[in-house]
């Protein structure tokens, strides 16, 4: 039988429950399934998966495959003329270096978590970090610069990310571009139109971004040995 002392103890304790508690159980509406279904239709996250996969990745990848592609050839079948032919293949491999260290910019940008680390410092461009010598060590330079443009140039040409990246922009990543793109462009907005299956498509893009974003890194930046 219920009573009054039963009440006020109830009342007592009532800001000691869990459900009550700061740190207690969620709003009714933040554990409801539709809430959690729809929930990232309101995350930036899914959106900028979105983005990137529908909008810039595929302009971006068409640069890199037409710059890289036109270099690539002009600079091998023309290799035997070697003032021609090396300089045409320095820009191909420069090429090459500058759309990958943007290629992983806009990627951990756009995506994430992934399953490596931030690739982070970059692979070099084309100038490259040096040994300090003694007499610089002696003056507290931890960091050297090469300043030779023949051994800069060298090391480009040696380096095995640098054909790391033509691989990757010739053959990896025109193939899978092109198929997130088409397939995007046709489910997107229809899914988006008729709206209950909006979410599940934008955690299906988030799900792909990740991965694409994981091949990227996994091309660019850890080193085949």
Not at 18 to 25: H, I, T
Not at 86 to 113: K, N
Request: hydrophobic fraction near 50%; charged fraction near 15%.
């Amino acid at each position: 039988m219920s009573t009054a002392y039963d009440v006020h103890i109830e009342d007592e304790h009532t800001p000691l429950l869990p459900e009550y508690s700061r740190f207690g159980r969620r709003p009714p509406a933040a554990s409801s399934p539709w809430y959690r279904y729809f929930r990232p239709m309101f995350k930036r996250a899914y959106y900028s998966a979105l983005f990137h996969l529908l909008i810039l990745n595929f302009p971006y990848a068409l640069a890199a495959w037409v710059y890289l592609f036109v270099f690539t050839l002009t600079g091998t079948t023309t290799l035997m003329a070697l003032p021609v032919g090396a300089l045409l293949c320095f820009l191909d491999l420069l090429g090459a270096r500058t759309f990958a260290r943007g290629e992983l910019s806009i990627q951990t940008t756009f995506h994430g978590p992934l399953a490596y680390p931030d690739p982070s410092p970059p692979h070099p461009i084309f100038t490259r970090v040096r040994a300090p010598t003694p007499a610089e060590m002696e003056t507290g330079v931890n960091v050297v610069y090469e300043r030779s443009f023949y051994r800069n140039a060298y090391s480009m040409f040696t380096d095995s990310t640098s054909y790391q990246s033509l691989f990757y922009f010739l053959v990896i990543k025109p193939g899978i571009t092109v198929l997130l793109f088409l397939t995007l462009a046709v489910l997107v907005p229809v899914c988006f139109v008729l709206i209950l299956p909006a979410p599940a498509v934008l955690r299906l893009v988030r799900r792909l971004g990740i991965w694409q974003a994981n091949v990227a890194v996994e091309g660019l930046w850890l080193v085949v040995r």
